[in-house]
């Protein structure tokens, strides 16, 4: 399943690199470059309700604490190329990779309450008594439009806001450790949606910092389970550089 994702992903980003070749020269008075750029960043995310389990609310992760074995927030860290196709209007591929927690708790996939999420995150139906480690990997692609481009004709300067919408896909991958040993990963995969702003502060022509917010349903319920599908939102803080 990784190898696929890698393979659409490095497909992906390889043809927007070669669709933007042309943008790419431009003079130096016409303000922050507008051809290629890539982004790095840091990443969190929110996660949204699935289910409720013996009274607490069960998410796409585990708490690393002693909170309960559900985790509310993700970290990680994400990746981003894309092009300029107008002075306003740029379209990216993103990935992000999110140390989505652990549990040393038992987790009980034959309980008939916690059964559908076990399902749903490609558990088998047994006592899992052991650790539990799991990695989200969230891919997709975004439109992403630059307002003050579009009003001043491409002259936005500097301090460049937009927002942004695309869809792609939302993977968990779980790692049990049983009677010492490590099992398989085991994992499911969903469509994700997403819709955000953001803002890129521009230090020169090339090279710049950026902040974005954003909102992902991910679609877990289609498969008929008994489960929510959650609205996550995330945060993205990085820096970015235009070719």
């Known amino acids: 399943m990784r190898d696929s994702i890698s393979v659409s992903l490095g497909v992906l980003l390889a043809g927007i690199l070669l669709a933007g070749a042309p943008a790419s020269a431009q003079d130096e008075d016409e303000g922050p470059a507008r051809g290629l750029y890539l982004q790095g960043a840091f990443s969190m995310q929110a996660l949204g309700v699935v289910t409720s389990v013996a009274g607490q609310e069960a998410r796409l992760g585990f ?10 927030e993700v970290y990680g860290g994400s990746l981003a190329g894309g092009t300029f196709v107008t002075p306003w209007l740029a379209v990216q591929g993103r990935v992000q990779i999110l140390d989505s927690g652990s549990t040393d708790a038992s987790l009980d996939c034959t309980a008939a309450d916690l059964s559908p999420l076990c399902a749903a995150l490609g558990l088998d139906p047994i006592l899992y008594d052991g650790r ?4 989200t990997f969230i891919y997709g692609a975004q439109a992403k439009v630059y307002p003050l481009n579009l009003l001043t004709d491409g002259n936005g300067g500097l301090l460049q806001p937009y ?14 450790t049983l009677g010492g040993q490590k099992t398989s990963a085991r994992g499911a995969d969903w469509l994700t949606l997403e819709v955000g702003a953001g803002l890129d502060l521009m230090v020169t022509r090339h090279i710049g910092v950026f902040g974005e917010i ?6 877990v319920s289609s498969n008929g389970l008994a489960l929510n599908s959650p609205n996550n939102l995330g945060l993205n803080l990085g820096a970015t550089y235009r070719f």
Do not use: E, H, R
């Open 214 to 219: 954003n909102w992902q349903y991910v679609n």
């Open 63 to 72: 708490q690393n604490g002693a909170n309960g074995p559900f985790a509310k």
């Open 132 to 135: 539990i480690d799991s990695t």
């Open 163 to 176: 927002a942004f919408g695309g869809v792609g896909g939302y993977s968990i991958s779980l790692s049990p």
